[in-house]
């Protein structure tokens, strides 16, 4: 039901970007890529310690092997069974019992919780931020690029060797790990490019350090697969020239690009030869910012369902204060009964809000509307609740 931007989206040909052409790698430039390890899998093992050391999960409701939709993340024990992001749900869970059969563990299925990973990801930002004060960066220029839920690169060339900058890494995840109670891997590189290729390289709780002389070394031998924008269309290309890695492919001429991809044909020959000088891209501002949770068990208290509004509020209003907005105009409160039918309430204020107390005052005068004959005629508990904040200025 709710769409979100899933890491194979990232990954598909047709996001290819073009790399502005400098034919050689800034040499000052020091990029790092840091990758959640197994994040939601992680998250939910955390806030659930009897699940620890088993094989989990995070996804749709397989429903006893009948369910649609998709895994989204499973932690590395779930991994060795074979499961693993995009697979069918169906098929996850023919694979749990197989591995149950052979005398493994049953994984566990669990559904995902955005409110809490968009919680432990913006930690992860301020943990950071704090990080790169306390190494005295110059916070005018941009230096955190968030890639993504669970990545982001940071600009760490103002500490002007990969000596250092391995230090800041080992750092990071040190803090992460003791803050957090979860690991993260990190790729060091002169640019995105290779410093994403070398966060995936030692998982999890990796640490890769590919300085500018290593870059041809660590790529000679890599599956061109492993290059971004590389995906099952341009390997065919590849292969009828026979060529798998990325050091075969390095060797074809620049015209076998121009004629074989088109435009994106000069990009792709600069990519695999490691050279990239994309900048960090500035946070693009949000054009709402919301979060919903799907209750425990549907409920029709208002005991129960306050909290979690005021959860919501605080959550909204301090990601809209990180983002750099002062107020909001607009709020959008959505509500999931327990026979699945949505209803959306929205309102344009009269005045720009800028507390989450208001927020909170708007959305439980509109939840009351939910609990009673004037929007819930059939007496519904609640499944889901969902607030959300537009036209942020
Ligand atoms: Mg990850």
Redesign the pocket.
């Known amino acids: 039901v709710f769409k979100r931007k899933t890491k194979t989206a990232l990954h598909q040909e047709s996001l290819f970007k073009p790399i502005a052409r400098d034919l050689k790698n800034d040499p000052k430039r020091i990029i790092a890529h840091l990758?959640?390890?197994?994040?939601f899998a992680s998250a939910e093992e955390r806030e659930r310690p009897y699940l620890s050391g088993r094989p989990i999960v995070v996804g749709s409701d397989p429903s006893g092997g009948k369910g649609r939709g998709v895994v989204s993340t499973a932690n590395y024990l779930a991994r060795s069974y074979g499961i693993r992001s995009a697979l069918p749900i169906s098929k996850a869970w023919q694979l749990s019992q197989e591995a149950k059969r052979a005398g493994k563990p049953e994984a566990v299925f669990v559904g995902c919780n955005f409110f809490l990973y968009e919680k432990i990801s913006s930690r992860i930002v301020e943990i950071t931020q704090e990080m790169l004060q306390e190494f005295k960066a110059d916070l005018r220029r941009p230096l955190i690029e968030i890639a993504g839920i669970?990545?982001f690169y940071l600009d760490l060339s103002f500490l002007g060797d990969y000596k250092k900058a391995e230090r800041f890494g080992e750092k990071l995840q040190q803090r992460i790990k003791k803050q957090e109670k979860l690991t993260a891997s990190i790729g060091l590189g002169p640019n995105k490019l290779i410093a994403k290729i070398a966060s995936d390289f030692q998982k999890p709780n990796g640490l890769t350090v590919i300085s500018p002389e290593k870059v041809d070394d660590f790529l000679k031998d890599l599956p061109i697969s492993k290059i971004h924008g590389i995906g099952p269309k341009t390997n065919l290309i590849f292969k009828t020239q026979k060529v798998n890695t990325v050091g075969e492919a390095g060797r074809l001429p620049m015209d076998f690009y121009q004629k074989g991809f088109g435009k994106f044909g000069e990009d792709l020959y600069w990519r695999l030869k490691g050279i990239d000088s994309r900048p960090l891209e500035r946070p693009t501002k949000a054009k709402s910012i919301g979060c919903h949770e799907t209750l425990m068990e549907d409920t029709f208290e208002l005991g129960k369902l306050l909290p979690k509004l005021e959860a919501m509020a605080v959550e909204i209003v301090g990601r809209m204060r990180r983002d750099g907005f002062k107020v909001f105009e607009r709020g959008v409160l959505t509500v999931r009964f327990s026979d699945f039918v949505t209803k959306t309430r929205s309102k344009t204020f009269s005045q720009p809000i800028s507390s989450k107390l208001e927020l909170e005052k708007w959305a439980t005068k509109i939840l009351l509307t939910f609990l009673d004959k004037r929007e819930n005629k059939t007496g519904q508990s609640i499944r889901l609740i969902g607030l959300r904040i537009e036209k942020m200025k």
């Open positions: 990758d959640m390890d197994a994040f669970d990545e």
